[in-house]
């Protein structure tokens, strides 16, 4: 499967198709992208919506993981509002 992701398009319904979709595949699943930016976002934003995780939570787990979440401040920001609006509790 092949889903173009470009940040400034990225939205909360695209984002949710992604996810959809990530949950439907085999495991292990390889995301991928040119520069892991986007891919990382999306894989945590996968982990962090299906573990119920805090914004703050999923950036702590970001961090522990060598993601940098400053380095794109409006994919940060969308980050963090989708994980608060979807994240699935425990």
């Known amino acids: 499967m092949n889903i173009p992701v470009k940040v400034a398009e990225l939205s ?21 992208c040119g520069v892991g930016m986007r891919a990382s ?25 060598g993601f940098d979440c400053s380095a794109n401040p409006q994919m940060k920001e969308f980050f963090k509002n989708y994980v608060e609006k979807h994240s699935q509790s425990k």
């Not at 894989?43 to 970001?62: D, H, I, S, W, Y």
């Open 12 to 32: 909360e319904e695209l984002t949710t198709e992604i996810l959809k979709q990530i949950d439907d595949l085999p495991k292990p699943a390889l995301i991928h």
């Open 41 to 65: 976002a999306i894989a945590l934003m996968n982990v962090a919506t299906r573990q119920g995780m805090t914004p703050e939570q999923a950036f702590e787990k970001a961090g522990q993981i």
